[in-house]
């Protein structure tokens, strides 16, 4: 038998522990723009822009999938129908990533 002591709001947060107060919710983010240059995307309160010269796989791709993109983690971004992975450094500084898939 263990004999450990805890105060009341230590019960009270391991008993409220993996409810929704402790959960990370979604981070906010949008596609705001879809242009013939490329596509601007809006996390938080930082708005970047994905150049179809650096990202080719968004030109093509239907609205509706581009449309559909998670923030995971902070600086993590994923379109899960067109299966496209790109971290924040990515956006920002394409060219120390030169390659691109066709």
């Known amino acids: 038998m263990l004999n450990i002591e805890y105060d009341y709001l230590t019960i009270i947060d391991i008993i409220n522990f993996g409810r929704s107060k402790y959960k990370m919710s979604p981070l906010p983010i949008e596609i705001t723009n879809i242009s013939k240059n490329g596509i601007w995307l809006l996390s938080g309160d930082k708005e ?20 559909n993109v998670e923030e995971s983690a902070p600086g993590h971004f994923y379109w899960p129908d067109l299966d496209i992975d790109l971290t924040l450094d990515i956006i920002e500084h394409p060219e120390k990533y030169p390659l691109k898939a066709k």
Do not use: C, E, Q, T
Not at 48 to 67: E, H, Q, R, T
């Open 48 to 67: 970047l822009f994905l150049p179809y010269a650096d990202f080719p796989w968004f030109k093509s791709a239907p609205i509706g999938k581009v449309f």
